[in-house]
């Protein structure tokens, strides 16, 4: 084996390693965001929810009261 023969099967074992290894951090990066989206998506429901069940409204500055 000559000397550009291992050189060039060093590098390409070096780009092997790297892709495995950016694939590993795609995956980790998918499961979080999934799980982020769901957390997301939870918190936009808790949030209509509770502006579903408020009855009245917030005064806010010089704003009158419906009543008025």
Request: proline share 3%; no cysteine; net charge negative.
């Amino acid at each position: 084996m000559t000397s550009s023969t291992t050189s060039i099967e060093e590098r390409f074992a070096h780009l092997i390693r790297t892709v495995e290894d950016l694939s590993d951090t795609i995956a980790r990066q998918d499961s979080e965001i999934a799980r982020l989206t769901a957390r997301v998506e939870m918190l936009l429901r808790r949030e209509a929810e509770r502006e579903s069940d408020l009855t009245g409204g917030v005064i806010i500055g010089d704003e009158r009261p419906p009543h008025y």
